[in-house]
């Protein structure tokens, strides 16, 4: 009798122990200060938003120029172009291929207008007209087909054709590096035509072509479906025009994050007193992906996964051994993220034909306006956290100094 007696308490200390070795290796490791500036995985996430396309090109110069290169650049519609124009160069070349593709869009003589040609509100709108009408080189060019004149009942898929895209990129990007093992990591979203299925082609897991990031730029009905493998795609600016929820559902919970996240549209906006701002109004609304209140959306779900797993601390150790528990507080717990959000903000002028209208002058104040918005952002002290121990979201807009805004975890 002692003997069995003997035997179930080794065997209840033997198991014991072996939980307490289970709940060890699960749990996550004790908070060290973290530098995130010198320690995190950098990501820049670029919404889509066609013309509006240059400002995030000003940004990424303000990052090449205080020496922050990204880890993984992810992008929709002309973020993937803005992407694939990054990850596919070599880092002292980057801003220079970003020059050379956003000169080429704004270089017929329609965009290039003389300054003494009306006020900038016409000359917006004449640029406009003129890609409507002729396209814009080096992007897209008019579909010639008889069959349009058919109307809606044409056999035709598309007003434009996207071929000249192709022939840019195949120049200006280098996917040979791209898809080259330990490379910038590049992720284009875009959507399956028949599933209706958002879908994101990633470095991580395909060889990424030409058409992979013209499937994220394909917007109906003026683009065509682009084929990839043996289904169709449309923009993936159709189910969702940031890349932010993709980006931090394929974040490992383990480790750092710091997101550069640039949108274009803002969902935040005045009562519209004109057809034409309605139809901006409508636009914005549409395409920002509620901006703001996403970001925040998606930080409060991660904050609070992060609050239950600190809660999971304060348990009795019976149970906070218990290996189910540490298994669960394994997978609510996260490492720090910090997320610098950028919305580009519109110009009195700007209306609803802003997200097509390529004129030089245009182009060089967008890319202007995303230097100057992210060279404040990095000199903010907020910017430079030396000191990290506070796992979870920290989310930061600091671009408009009369506006600054930082929201910490629970």
């Known amino acids: 009798m002692r003997s069995g007696s003997a035997d179930q308490r080794g065997e209840k200390r033997a198991n014991t122990a072996a939980r307490k070795k289970t709940a060890t290796q699960l749990a996550p490791p004790p908070r060290a200060c973290l530098n995130m500036m010198a320690s995190a995985r950098k990501a820049l996430v670029l919404q889509g938003g066609g013309a509006l396309g240059s400002y995030q090109a ?182 969702s025009n940031t890349p932010l929820q993709y980006v931090l559902d394929a974040q490992p919970h383990t480790e750092a994050l710091m997101v550069w996240q640039v949108d274009l549209f803002s969902a935040r906006g005045a009562m519209p007193t004109t057809m034409s701002e309605v139809m901006e109004r409508q636009k914005d609304i549409t395409y920002s992906s509620r901006t703001r209140r996403n970001t925040d959306a998606l930080a409060a779900n991660l904050n609070l996964q992060q609050a239950l797993a ?29 997320i610098f959000h950028l919305i580009y903000r519109d110009k009195p002028y700007e209306n609803e034909s802003k997200d097509y209208e390529f004129s030089r002058a245009t182009v060089e104040e967008h890319w202007a306006a995303g230097l100057r918005d992210m060279c404040q952002t990095l000199a903010h002290p907020e910017a430079l956290r030396g000191e990290v121990q506070t796992n979870g979201v920290t989310t930061f807009d600091l671009a408009d100094p009369a506006n600054e805004r930082v929201e910490r975890p629970i």
């Open 58 to 239: 000003g940004v990424y110069e303000a990052l090449s120029r205080h020496g922050h290169h990204p880890d993984w650049v992810a992008g929709v519609s002309i973020g993937a172009i803005n992407a694939a124009l990054i990850a596919g160069n070599a880092p002292d070349k980057r801003v220079e291929r970003l020059h050379e593709f956003w000169h080429l869009v704004s270089s017929a003589p329609p965009q290039q207008l003389p300054s003494w040609f009306g006020d900038r509100a016409m000359q917006n709108q004449w640029s406009a007209n003129s890609a409507t009408m002729f396209g814009i080189p080096g992007f897209f060019r008019p579909r010639v087909s008889p069959l349009l004149l058919m109307g809606n009942a044409a056999p035709e898929l598309s007003y434009y054709d996207t071929s000249p895209l192709r022939e840019t990129l195949e120049r200006l990007v280098d996917f040979d590096r791209i898809n080259a093992p330990g490379g910038m990591r590049l992720s284009v979203g875009a959507v399956n035509i028949v599933s209706g299925d958002s879908r994101y082609f990633d470095s991580g897991e395909t060889k990424i072509g030409p058409e992979h990031i013209m499937a994220s730029g394909a917007l109906p009905p003026g683009f065509p479906p682009v084929q990839v493998g043996t289904q169709y795609f449309w923009d993936g600016g159709l189910v």
């Open 310 to 338: 600190d809660l999971m601390d304060k348990l009795p150790p019976a149970l906070r051994e218990d290996p189910s528990v540490a298994v669960v507080q394994a997978q609510l717990t996260h490492q720090p993220i910090d």
